[in-house]
Structure formats: structure tokens, C-alpha cells
């Protein structure tokens, strides 16, 4: 089953007094890192949905940006103008807000997984995967059937604003922290679901700011190698693949590849075949700094064929 992955950057920030999406975040920005982590756990396309006119930091090629089509709508709104975008290119959709800095490529997968039964009609199986963690139900940290796009969009011509609406006229599977945490790797990765706190205040944002970078594992292959940096494997602390490689003193740039969690690493070399989508993108290799890591992540580095 195809997946993909929605962020609505479109919200007015009031609480937080500037837009959340251009917050620095580790050297790169809040909205940059969750269109890095949806794009690593769903392998597919990645819509923003921004405000009309709204300015955004950059984003990595290939991110597909709409206009909300109608001001102050609320969350409904941007599903309905994300999933629309999605259809016909991925079944399923992870819709999520840009205030989760934390966010972490197993839960996204673990939510997503809740609707990979496949379907022989339309009223088979649960359109939407509903965090109900922490507390709260997590509407914009959830999974959508990208189908649901003419019935967003209904409801919001109907003026019924909020996901309480939608939820009530399709199928919910409801995960709760238990139901959640049954997935081992999730398990490991994120075992207080941090993935699901939010910034909406300064202070929230200075608070989740002075944490420490995830803590990952690089290891070294080849030319890449010398007295003053030991292959490894080695543990660091880095929000992205560039702050990765700064911390074990390697110039990342043209003639070197990062590649993310992989099995086809073999004497310095990567094995060809195709990227394999498991919970955090096993396999991503890229030469772009900026893709950003996650606790329990290692990071090959390689020298570029």
C-alpha cells in the first residue's frame, strides 16, 4: 500500500508569536525536519499545505506545496486540500501539523501500518488510524485514507470544522499508548511518545529546544577513514545528516554518500537494489546535509562512486 504524508503549516502561530514552520530547529527548521521525517517514513510524496501567499523555509525537491483554499477553515480544511493532492498517488496519508518536533520516522510507520489491510470495498477496514495518546486523541499526528478528500471537503462546505465531524461519518481505529508501544521498534525508539508533544508557546518551543540532538551511530568506510577519524562505529549527537558528519570531522559534500540504516553496506560498498521502506527508511541514501535523523538511527558514510 502506497503512502504519503500531509504537514499543515498553515495555522496562525497566535500562541507562539511567529510562524512555527521557519523555527530553527537544530541548524535546519521545524517545518524542514517533519517534511525530512514524513518523507523517510512513507517513501512517497510529502504535501504542505500552507496559508495563501504564506512563506515557507526551504524544502527538500520534490515537496508538493497547496494553498489552503479558504482561511480560518481550521484543520479539516488542509486534510481535505492535502488528501486531495495525494489521491491517485498514494493510498494512505500520515497528516500531521509542524509543531512536533520529535516526531519519529516508527511512529509514523506504526500509525500507518493500522491501514495496511487491504481493502475489497470501500467499507472494509478503518479509513483513519487515531493516536489516542498522551492524554488526547492526535488528529494532526494521525493516518487518513487519502479517499477521505470529498468528504473533508463536504464537511467543510457544511461549515462542521472540526475532525470530531469526520471522524463520525467513517471508520476510526483508535491507538492508545499500550496498543501503540506493542511495536518493538517503536518501542525502542520513542518509548514515551515523545513524538506526540507539540510546541504551541515560546516557552513549549525554547523547552524542547535545549534537548540534546537525537542520539545516532556513524560509522565510516574506505578513503573516509584516517588517523583522525576512526571507522567506528561511534555515537553522536546529531539532528541531520550534515551535523552527523561534522561531528566525526568528515567535509560533507560531493565526494561522499550517506546511507540511512542499511544492510546492503559491504566492504565500504553499496550493495544495488532498491531502497527498502521499512520503519525508518532502511536504506536512504543521499548526499543532502540537511535529511534529518532520529534517535537509533545509524549513518554510513561512503565515498561517492
Same mark, same amino acid.
Given at each position: 500500500m502506497t503512502s504519503g504524508g500531509v504537514v499543515l503549516a498553515g495555522g496562525r502561530s497566535s500562541r507562539m508569536g511567529t510562524p512555527k514552520a521557519a523555527l530553527e530547529w537544530h541548524g535546519s527548521t521545524l517545518l524542514r525536519r517533519t517534511v525530512g521525517i514524513l518523507a523517510r517514513a512513507t517513501g512517497g510524496p510529502v504535501v504542505v499545505v500552507r496559508a495563501s501567499g504564506q512563506d515557507l523555509p526551504d524544502l527538500p525537491a520534490g515537496t508538493v506545496v497547496v494553498d489552503d483554499p479558504r482561511e480560518g477553515k481550521g484543520p479539516v480544511q488542509g486534510i481535505a486540500a492535502g488528501l486531495a493532492v495525494l489521491r491517485g498517488r498514494a493510498e494512505t496519508a500520515f497528516v500531521t501539523s509542524t509543531d512536533l518536533p520529535f516526531l519519529h520516522p516508527a511512529f509514523v510507520s506504526r500509525v500507518l501500518s493500522a491501514l495496511d489491510a487491504p481493502?475489497?470495498?470501500?467499507?472494509?477496514?478503518?479509513?483513519? =488510524?487515531?493516536?489516542?495518546? *498522551?492524554?488526547?486523541? %492526535?488528529?494532526?499526528? /494521525? =493516518?487518513?485514507? +487519502? #479517499?477521505?478528500?470529498?468528504?473533508? @471537503?463536504?464537511?467543510?462546505?457544511?461549515?462542521?470544522?472540526?475532525?470530531?465531524?469526520?471522524?463520525? @461519518?467513517? #471508520?476510526? &481505529?483508535?491507538?492508545?499508548?499500550?496498543v501503540l508501544l506493542a511495536d518493538p521498534v517503536l518501542a525502542a525508539s520513542d518509548p514515551d511518545l515523545d513524538s506526540l508533544l507539540n510546541v504551541n508557546t515560546l516557552d513549549d518551543y525554547?523547552?524542547?529546544?535545549?534537548?540534546?540532538?537525537? @542520539?545516532?551511530?556513524?560509522?565510516?568506510?574506505? +578513503?573516509?577513514?584516517?588517523?583522525?577519524?576512526?571507522?567506528?562505529? *561511534?555515537?553522536?549527537? =546529531?539532528? &541531520?545528516?550534515?551535523?552527523? /558528519?561534522?561531528?566525526?570531522?568528515?567535509?560533507?559534500?560531493? !565526494?561522499? &554518500?550517506?546511507?540511512?540504516? #542499511?544492510? %546492503?553496506? !559491504?566492504?565500504g560498498q553499496i550493495k544495488q537494489g532498491p531502497i527498502k521502506q521499512g520503519p525508518i527508511n532502511q536504506g536512504l541514501i543521499t548526499r543532502d546535509p540537511s535529511v534529518p535523523l532520529a534517535a537509533g538511527d545509524t549513518v554510513f558514510f561512503t565515498p561517492a562512486p
Open positions: 481493502r475489497a470495498c470501500p467499507r472494509d477496514g478503518p479509513d483513519v =488510524a487515531l493516536p489516542v495518546a *498522551r492524554g488526547y486523541q %492526535q488528529p494532526l499526528a /494521525a =493516518a487518513y485514507r +487519502t #479517499s477521505l478528500a470529498e468528504l473533508a @471537503e463536504r464537511l467543510v462546505a457544511q461549515d462542521r470544522l472540526r475532525p470530531a465531524f469526520l471522524f463520525a @461519518e467513517c #471508520s476510526v &481505529t483508535r491507538l492508545d499508548d499500550a525554547q523547552a524542547a529546544r535545549r534537548r540534546p540532538a537525537p @542520539e545516532v551511530t556513524v560509522q565510516l568506510f574506505g +578513503t573516509l577513514i584516517n588517523v583522525g577519524r576512526p571507522a567506528g562505529p *561511534r555515537a553522536v549527537r =546529531a539532528a &541531520t545528516v550534515g551535523a552527523a /558528519a561534522i561531528t566525526v570531522g568528515l567535509p560533507f559534500g560531493r !565526494n561522499v &554518500t550517506a546511507t540511512l540504516n #542499511s544492510d %546492503q553496506i !559491504n566492504d
